[in-house]
């Protein structure tokens, strides 16, 4: 059933392109059970709001486990002292990358906090730039998003311009 429903997410809301750039390590690790809606259902009522809550406290804590067990293996790897130098710009060049990787996963972290506190205060799922709403399946695909997808296209047309 979930694999139904998962194939026909992407013409409910518009094309998914833009979820394709994610990195992989802010994927959802996990399998999300789709927003079953309801006729005249109101956006963001009390049971959208916990299923996104549900969402987020869910994320939020595989990627802490994440970053704590890296913590605890690199401790335990700096404590082996390498011999070749080879070896040892090879684990330093791998420290680097997981640090890279553990830095952007804080940060995302303090973008979950910040949609949960968004669904405390019932302002979750709406665009930031232009005010509509965001949508059910692209907050499911992506649920710290804070812009709708026109806003967020036009934001990286705009970011890759600068880039150049
Ligand atoms: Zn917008």
Redesign the pocket.
Same mark, same amino acid.
């Given at each position: 059933m979930s694999e139904k429903v998962k194939k026909k997410k992407s013409n409910t809301s518009s094309p998914n392109t833009l979820e394709a750039h994610i990195p992989h390590h802010t994927m959802m690790p996990y399998k999300l059970e789709p927003y079953v809606l309801t006729n005249n259902e109101v956006y963001m009522n009390e049971r959208q709001l916990s299923h996104f809550r549900r969402i987020l406290e869910a994320w939020k804590k595989e990627l802490m486990k994440e970053v704590d067990n890296t913590i605890i293996e690199m401790k335990e790897a700096s404590v082996t002292v390498l011999a070749d130098p080879n070896d040892r710009a090879t684990q330093e060049e791998a420290f680097n990358l997981e640090l890279r990787t553990r830095d952007r996963e804080r940060k995302l972290i303090r973008k979950i906090e910040e949609a949960l506190q968004q669904i405390d205060d019932k302002e979750y799922g709406y /665009?930031e730039? /232009?005010?509509?709403e965001i949508g059910i399946r692209r907050l499911e695909a992506r649920p710290t998003a804070v812009? /709708?997808i026109? /806003?967020k296209t036009l934001d990286e047309i705009r970011e890759k311009r600068t880039a150049q």
């Open positions: /665009c730039s /232009c005010g509509v812009l /709708c026109d /806003c």
